[in-house]
């Protein structure tokens, strides 16, 4: 049975409620949750709760991101983090923490983010050309990755005390624990400015299965529309990272999720990548909790353990396909 766009939509939503009320459930300490008492309350509504509508937020935006990049680049590798966006966003968040710019709590820190990812997105369009192939594109997104990271190893490295450096490492991995709902409205703005973004551009990206020569025949301007989409993305990443850290590989499984269920279509990727997103994040949360160690293991860590091995997959399928 084939099944609609909206029932297929329906089902991953259903599935995602199920799995938030899991992730609700697991914790330190068990809960009454039909009569809770004063700091039962407090736990559910502080402290879960949040984390939960974080997952949310923060998948997303990780899922949208992913779908962009995927379409926008036409390669099925491609992720938010391949643009530099997430490593650039990053190293100006801890930059700011380092040098006491900005408290952690502070709502300046995702306007000080974003400026990150912009530059990464400028300096991104600077060394790939105006007229950029996809390629040209992802090579100089590594770049800017890997420089990136290479500068926030450094400044993890000059933490001031060990104690900064376990937060800021920690915070690096990606986690979702202990975070409340001041994290949630770090995350919210960079989302609901990037939606109508995506919005906007979903026709130029629908066209892009074809030729820019094409589309640009069909009267869209190729490079505004693609300096729009990045704008999204850099938003998207940002609201990410600032909110979460660094969490990987979500943005590029969530897209082939939506391929595997049988949405080959760019319109299907795009509004149903997200949707997965939430189902990917809120498992591995889930898992990161229910694993037995002295200290909750970070939620970009397990993500990384599931998205490797799958990366390696998709390259050998990718090498099968071409030969």
């Known amino acids: 049975m084939n099944l609609s766009q909206r029932q297929c939509y329906l089902i991953l939503l259903g599935i995602a409620i199920l799995l938030s009320g899991l992730q609700l459930t697991v914790g330190g300490s068990s809960l009454n949750w039909w009569a809770p008492n004063a700091l039962e309350s407090d736990i ?16 997303i935006a990780l899922g949208l991101a992913g779908a962009v990049m995927q379409l926008l680049l036409r390669n099925p590798l491609a992720e938010p983090g391949i643009t530099g966006v997430s490593g650039c966003a990053a190293l100006v968040t801890i930059a700011s923490l380092y040098f006491g710019w900005l408290p952690a709590f502070s709502f300046g820190l995702p306007a000080l983010a974003l400026v990150g990812g912009l530059f990464g997105v400028s300096l991104l369009m600077l060394l790939a050309g105006q007229r950029a192939s996809p390629t040209r594109l992802i090579l100089a997104g590594v770049a800017i990755a890997t420089m990136s990271s290479a500068a926030m190893g450094l400044l993890l490295y000059l933490a001031p005390n060990p104690f900064a450096f376990q937060e800021w490492a920690f915070w690096h991995m990606g986690s979702l624990a202990n975070k409340s709902w001041h994290s949630v409205m770090l995350a919210l703005p960079g989302v609901a400015l990037a939606l109508p973004l995506v919005w906007l551009g979903r026709r130029f990206l629908y066209a892009l299965t074809l030729s820019e020569e094409t589309v640009a025949t069909m009267g869209f301007n190729v490079a505004r529309y693609r300096n729009l989409m990045l704008l999204a993305v850099a938003l998207l990443t940002t609201a990410s990272v600032v909110a979460a850290g660094v969490i990987g590989f979500v943005g590029l499984l969530a897209p082939h999720a939506v391929r595997l269920i049988g949405f080959n279509h760019p319109k299907y990727v795009l509004w149903l990548s997200p949707i997965t997103a939430i189902l990917l994040l809120l498992s591995f949360d889930t898992i990161a909790q229910l694993m037995s160690t002295a200290r909750e293991l970070p939620v970009g860590v397990i993500a990384a353990l599931v998205g490797a091995p799958l990366l390696i997959v998709l390259l050998v399928r ?5 030969a």
């Open 44 to 59: 559910i509504w502080d402290i879960r709760v949040p984390r939960t509508v974080l997952t949310w937020s923060v998948a």
């Open 318 to 322: 990718e090498r099968t396909r071409d």
